[in-house]
């Protein structure tokens, strides 16, 4: 799939997903609102029944019933043309939200009719699961209370208990949603690894192609019998077909070495290795390459214990790596240091370059296989973007630890530690 498709189809998608969710979130408002609607309804009809027993209790079957008022989203106001005491009123209240299936805990006041002045005020626990009176009741009661009011602190989490539902579809809902968004990184994850296969193939084939085209003028050229017989040009043909064909066998065992790095398939042949010492010699052998660049490998190495236990062939092909590196991202005359000390019981080894550095971004990706620096300058460099991911493959099998810091256009230091023996 190409980008452009490939973020048209995720934009759509994320946009259907957004769709859902405000439809979700408006069926959910509006589901809400009918529980309410309807539990008001109910606390309308309990509290006209109390009113209506109360006016009963009192032999008045003539009053009317004013409209209960509503004064808050969970208060409800009573008023009423007769006496009654607070012991009935509350019994009543209770056995009427039994009886409409509305086990919540209340709060009942009653007001005096003339000073509109709270009388007596009392908090009950839901009624279906606590039949004691309130401390209150057992004061003296007064019987020239004519209004009450009704408060449900618990209102809103009631409501939400009967939209057991409609969380059970939000919580689905959620996990569509998570695997939505794991499957578009998984996307984007292949698309990008898709990439730098494509592009190590590119890589790949401009490499090999370069050693095969000399070998094959190589031995055209030694089919020539005059050429055979001048023992000069012999010379040089055969050490020119040695040469590449030696070329072509590194660039095919560094790929077969990260295939069975990968599949776990690599013995570690692990032996006494003295860091300072392999190190050295490193130095030196790299330093040749560099010093035709007038550039120069310095080395300080300080660490009083530097031996580990370390598979040496590995070893040593990591820190070419990390050197070849140094050189290859260095476009003036590389400076390249390397310094070994002992830290926390282990050995760390630092190369430091003054080339062209990297971005914080591009320091996140450049353990991954395949990985290239996407930009200018980088892809004049040769490379198949598997170096580093040897290195940190080489370094876990040792159970070493590796870290890189960067800046763009003033150099890179890689740190690399193990355990000492
Ligand atoms: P390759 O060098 O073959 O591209 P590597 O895995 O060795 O592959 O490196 C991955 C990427 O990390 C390189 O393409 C480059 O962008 C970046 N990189 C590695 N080492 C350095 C360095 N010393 N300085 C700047 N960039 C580096």
Redesign the pocket.
Same mark, same amino acid.
């Given at each position: 799939m190409k980008r452009k498709q490939l973020q048209l189809v995720v934009a759509l998608a994320t946009l259907a997903l957004v769709g859902l969710v405000g439809i979700q979130v408006f069926w959910f408002s509006k589901a809400f609102s009918i529980e309410a609607r309807q539990f008001n309804e109910k606390a309308n009809v309990v509290l006209r029944t109390v009113a209506h027993q109360l006016l009963l209790s009192q032999h008045d079957s003539t009053s009317a019933i004013q409209p209960i008022t509503q004064t808050s989203s969970n208060s409800f106001f009573v008023r009423l043309t007769t006496s009654f005491d607070y012991a009935t009123a509350d019994s009543l209240l209770k056995g009427q939200l039994a009886a409409q299936n509305l086990p919540l805990a209340y709060q009942l006041a009653v007001y005096d009719t003339l000073t509109t002045q709270l009388s007596l005020g009392n908090y009950s626990l839901p009624p279906l699961a606590n039949n004691t009176s309130g401390a209150c009741l057992t004061r003296k009661q007064f019987q020239y209370y004519s209004s009450f009011s009704v408060t449900f602190p618990s209102k809103n989490r009631h409501l939400a208990s009967q939209m057991g539902i409609w969380f059970v579809t939000a919580f689905t809902f959620l996990i569509v949603l998570l695997v939505f968004a794991y499957m578009v990184i998984l996307m984007l994850r292949q698309k990008r690894l898709s990439e730098m296969k494509t592009e190590f193939m590119n890589?790949m084939t401009h490499e090999l192609k370069s050693p095969i085209t000399n070998l094959s003028v190589a031995s055209e050229v030694l089919n020539n019998a005059l050429v055979r017989e001048d023992p000069v040009k012999l010379l040089k043909y055969t050490s020119i077909i040695q040469l590449e064909s030696r070329r072509l066998q590194a660039q095919v065992e560094r790929v077969l070495q990260i295939a069975a790095l990968e599949k776990g398939e690599v013995a570690l042949q692990l032996d006494r290795v003295d860091v300072n010492q392999l190190v050295q010699t490193i130095a030196e052998t790299v330093g040749i390459a560099v010093q035709k660049r007038n550039g120069q490998v310095l080395t300080n190495l300080q660490a009083k214990t530097p031996n580990i236990m370390a598979d040496k062939l590995h070893l040593s092909n990591m820190f070419y @790596? *990390?050197l &070849?590196? !140094?050189e $290859?991202? @260095?476009p003036q005359p590389p400076q390249i240091s390397l310094s070994t000390r002992n830290h926390d019981k282990g050995i760390l080894i630092s190369?430091t &370059?003054e080339?062209?550095?990297?971005s914080a971004q591009?320091q996140q990706?450049?353990?991954e296989k395949f990985?290239? !620096?996407p930009t200018g300058d980088?892809h004049e460099? $040769?490379?198949?973007? *598997?170096? *580093?991911?040897?290195?940190q493959a080489i370094v876990k099998a040792h159970h070493g630890s590796i870290c890189?810091k960067?800046t763009p256009n003033e150099?890179?230091v890689?740190e690399v530690y193990f355990q000492c023996a």
């Open positions: 890589n @790596s *990390l &070849d590196n !140094a $290859k991202y @260095s190369i &370059d080339g062209i550095g990297m591009t990706f450049i353990f990985y290239r !620096a980088v460099v $040769k490379g198949f973007g *598997l170096g *580093l991911s040897y290195v890189v960067s150099g890179s890689f």
